[in-house]
């Protein structure tokens, strides 16, 4: 069996649209495989708590409680080894990694970004869209690398940017079509 561990930073729409379609698809009898645990760096993270009533593993590492971002991702590196895990996936994990930690999990780590990337890597990327007068936006899935919001793109979806938008609407769009290229690329990444 291989062990999948979901790393959640808030709400975690993404991860309960991974462990739901994990669940429907049978990943375990089909795909050999099983999400395990659920990481956060933040306790207040709403996700932990549908995660725990799935009867997942949680734990929480505290960024704050960590004197450098190479101590925080240690700590980090130390819980998710325990779970001995062919695949991480970042879901809304809003931390920056060290290449420590990106080069220990080398092609097992996947991340879900809410563009159309290469365009708008880092933060505010629906209020930037909007500014930049896009037409179209998007979400991508990728594998990690030390670079942020870089990597290979393994899968990608496209919503029109209507002409009211605001940011929130905008994101609500794209976070619908992220909850259907999350899972679908991990089972592609599976198979
Ligand atoms: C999602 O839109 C995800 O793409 C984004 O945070 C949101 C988390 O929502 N991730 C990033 O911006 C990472 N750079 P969720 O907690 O409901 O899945």
Redesign the pocket.
């Known amino acids: 069996m291989r062990n999948i561990v979901i790393l ?8 309960t649209a991974l462990v739901r379609a994990a669940q429907a698809e049978r990943w375990a009898e089909r795909l050999q495989a099983r999400v395990t645990a659920v990481v956060s760096n933040r306790a207040d993270a709403s ?1 932990l708590a549908w995660a725990r009533e799935q009867g997942l593993q949680t734990d929480v590492v505290p960024h704050t409680e960590h004197p450098s971002r190479e101590a925080f991702d240690a700590a980090l590196m130390q819980v998710i080894d325990r779970h001995q895990p062919a695949l991480v996936l ?5 931390r920056i990694l060290t290449p420590g930690f990106v080069g220990h999990y080398e092609g097992r780590l996947l ?4 563009s159309l990337l290469p365009a708008f890597p880092g ?1 505010h ?1 629906h209020r930037r869209a909007i500014e930049a007068g896009c037409r179209v936006a998007g ?1 991508t899935v990728h594998a990690v690398t030390p670079e942020l ?1 870089h990597g290979p793109v393994l899968a990608q979806a496209v919503v029109p940017v209507l002409a009211q938008d605001t940011p929130e609407q905008l ?1 609500a769009r ?2 619908s079509q ?1 909850h259907r290229i999350y899972p679908q690329a991990v089972v592609a990444w599976l198979q």
Request: aromatic share 4%; no cysteine.
């Open positions: 959640i930073s808030g709400g975690g729409s993404n991860m996700g970042l879901a809304g994990f809003m991340n879900i970004h809410p933060l990327t979400a919001d994101a794209v976070l992220e």
